[in-house]
């Protein structure tokens, strides 16, 4: 074997499992973040009456306004953990087989870009509403959809579609030997 994809091996193995391990720390974040919006009745809420970190406001701590807050970042923490475990099954298959170029990894790569369309039009959106109705409707809150989002979708995107011909080209070489 030679050395170059030693090294590839060796370097999706590593992927792979870092990959894995940032996942499951994204879905540990969204469990707290879900344990405490079911506990929120239970909790002492004088330690979130301090200001909102993630709204950049004021508020009185009371449960409806918390949860307001993490249902946006439990979506965010999920979608996270989403793509990095389909990026790790890309890893895991590049480690595995002769070539990166199959097509189960182009698929692997448009779902990730759907994923990152998901980011850039959903999390916003949803955190403005539920401010909207769960805060205060006189928020000072814009909607927005995040551009640097789409952008990397059609980054992704474009990479699957490379990964295609990629794949369409190993076939043909595999099929002339």
């Given at each position: 074997?030679?050395?170059?994809?030693?090294?590839?091996?060796?370097?999706?193995k590593?992927?792979?499992?870092?990959?894995?391990?940032?996942?499951?720390?994204?879905?540990?974040?969204?469990?707290?973040?879900?344990?405490?919006?079911?506990?929120?009745?239970?909790?002492?809420?004088?330690?979130?009456?301090?200001?909102?970190?993630?709204?950049?406001?004021?508020?009185d701590?009371?449960?409806?306004?918390?949860?307001?807050?993490?249902?946006?970042?439990?979506?965010?923490?999920?979608?996270?953990?989403?793509?990095?475990?389909?990026?790790?099954?890309?890893?895991?298959?590049?480690?595995?087989?002769?070539?990166?170029?199959?097509?189960?990894?182009?698929?692997?790569?448009?779902?990730?870009?759907?994923?990152?369309?998901?980011?850039?039009?959903?999390?916003?959106?949803?955190r403005?509403?539920?401010?909207?109705?769960?805060?205060?409707?006189?928020?000072?809150?814009?909607?927005?959809?995040?551009?640097?989002?789409?952008?990397?979708?059609?980054?992704?995107?474009?990479?699957?579609?490379?990964?295609?011909?990629?794949?369409?080209?190993?076939?043909?070489?595999?099929?002339?030997?």
């Open positions: 074997m030679n050395t170059k994809k030693e090294k590839i091996i060796k370097m999706s590593i992927l792979n499992a870092l990959l894995k391990i940032g996942a499951i720390i994204s879905l540990m974040a969204a469990a707290a973040a879900m344990v405490i919006a079911i506990i929120a009745p239970s909790l002492d809420l004088t330690l979130f009456s301090y200001g909102g970190i993630w709204l950049n406001t004021q508020f701590g009371n449960v409806d306004e918390i949860r307001a807050i993490l249902v946006p970042e439990i979506l965010n923490g999920t979608l996270m953990a989403s793509i990095l475990f389909v990026a790790s099954s890309i890893f895991k298959d590049m480690s595995h087989a002769n070539t990166p170029f199959i097509q189960k990894n182009a698929i692997r790569l448009k779902v990730i870009s759907l994923f990152l369309i998901a980011f850039g039009v959903l999390i916003q959106p949803l403005m509403l539920l401010v909207l109705v769960f805060v205060s409707p006189q928020s000072d809150i814009f909607f927005s959809i995040n551009l640097g989002y789409l952008v990397f979708a059609a980054v992704f995107f474009s990479l699957a579609l490379i990964f295609e011909y990629g794949a369409e080209l190993q076939r043909e070489s595999d099929e002339t030997l």
